[in-house]
């Protein structure tokens, strides 16, 4: 079946240290996301990709990267930069233009301990 | 793209309608409507969306007004499985698929 896979579901980091988070999709959407869930709150928008080598800072973009060396892999890296990283992550795929046909991956629960 | 503006939280019997209310008073004509939904601690799942006409599946039916200033999401028969905060996004169809999530709608559906 097709989808979007995060890994790992949970996540423990030491403050200071850097983590990355996988995800990946057999969708063969041109676009992908990611999103922050803050407790009792909407999904505000980290970084966003439409093609293979290519993407753009979304709002909270302050202390995370990413990369998008392949169409079906778009990871995210919290960097020690990021003052307040717990929160819920979302990866999300799209054919690209238009809304139509989002999928999100079942989200990756970062703490820092 | 316009904002949306829903209820925090509402409530309804099993096996009853669950109508939840989105007012997008700001809506342009290329912006279309869309309802997700989240259950806890997953990732959000499209529900339906729409322009300007009525539209149904097999999930929900979606209501919108003539004047597109607000519409309704209706699920038919609430199953407690329902259980899940609802997001109304709208979002012009000829751009990138950037999705601007609100807090949405707390929908607690009891036995």
């Known amino acids: 079946d097709g989808g979007i896979t995060q890994s790992p579901k949970y996540l423990f980091r030491k403050e200071g240290q850097n983590v990355t988070l996988s995800c990946e999709q057999n969708l063969n959407h041109d676009a992908m996301y990611w999103y922050r869930q803050d407790p009792g709150q909407g999904l505000r928008l980290i970084y966003y990709s439409q093609i293979v080598n290519d993407f753009q800072k979304g709002d909270i973009a302050e202390g995370y990267s990413v990369s998008r060396e392949k169409k079906e892999s778009f990871p995210l890296t919290v960097t020690s930069a990021q003052k307040n990283p717990t929160a819920f992550y979302l990866c999300?795929?799209?054919?690209?233009?238009?809304?139509?046909?989002?999928?999100f991956g079942s989200g990756t629960r970062l703490t820092v301990v | 793209d316009a904002k949306t503006t829903q209820p925090p939280s509402m409530d309804c019997a099993e096996g009853r309608a669950a109508n939840l209310p989105c007012n997008h008073s700001t809506i342009s004509g290329n912006e279309y409507v869309y309802w997700y939904r989240q259950i806890h601690s997953q990732g959000p799942q499209y529900i339906i969306h729409g322009l300007k006409n009525n539209e149904t599946n097999e999930m929900a039916s979606l209501i919108i007004t003539e004047d597109r200033k607000s519409s309704t999401l209706i699920l038919p028969h609430a199953t407690l499985r329902d259980t899940a905060v609802y997001y109304c996004?709208?979002?012009?169809?000829?751009?990138?698929?950037?999705?601007?999530f609100g807090r949405g709608t707390q929908l607690t559906v009891w036995p």
């Open positions: 996004i709208v979002v012009r169809g000829s751009t990138l698929g950037r999705l601007y």
């Open positions: 999300a795929s799209s054919p690209g233009q238009g809304a139509y046909g989002y999928t």
